[in-house]
């Protein structure tokens, strides 16, 4: 019979920052229009600080976009790691447009 060990007695689970900013990065990539381009990611005791730095594609709403990948980060990174996200920093690098401007022809 195996008896299982009090919680004090089981050690710590310790995330790196690495791993943390792998799952940001990955996140990133869900959020309708934004396409990450850096994500830091400093792992305190309990709670997790995010830099991300993405595009946008033009011509979707920078400050909605930016909210929605903000929210989208710190409920995954919580979700998949167990660390509440203290604060998001989101730097939007590019507004790429999808298509390229047509030439005119003279």
Same mark, same amino acid.
């Given at each position: 019979?195996?008896?299982?060990?009090? !919680?004090?007695?089981?050690?710590?689970?310790?995330? !790196?920052?690495?791993?943390?900013?792998?799952?940001? #990065?990955? %996140?990133? /990539?869900?959020?309708?229009?934004?396409?990450?381009?850096?994500?830091?990611?400093?792992?305190? !005791?309990?709670?997790?600080? @995010?830099?991300?730095?993405?595009?946008?594609?033009?011509?979707?709403?920078?400050?909605? #976009? #930016?909210? !929605?990948? =903000?929210?989208? @980060?710190?409920?995954?990174?919580?979700?998949? /790691?167990? @660390? %509440?996200?203290?604060?998001?920093?989101?730097?939007? /690098? %590019?507004?790429?447009?999808?298509?390229?401007?047509?030439? =005119?022809?003279?």
């Amino acid at each position: 019979m195996t008896t299982i060990a009090p !919680a004090d007695d089981r050690g710590a689970l310790t995330i !790196a920052d690495r791993t943390v900013q792998r799952i940001a #990065t990955q %996140a990133v /990539t869900e959020v309708d229009g934004a396409d990450p381009a850096k994500v830091t990611a400093q792992v305190g !005791a309990d709670t997790v600080t @995010l830099d991300v730095r993405l595009s946008i594609g033009y011509p979707l709403p920078v400050a909605k #976009t #930016t909210e !929605a990948a =903000r929210e989208h @980060l710190r409920r995954r990174t919580a979700e998949l /790691t167990g @660390l %509440a996200v203290s604060r998001v920093d989101i730097t939007v /690098t %590019a507004l790429p447009t999808s298509a390229a401007e047509p030439r =005119r022809v003279l």
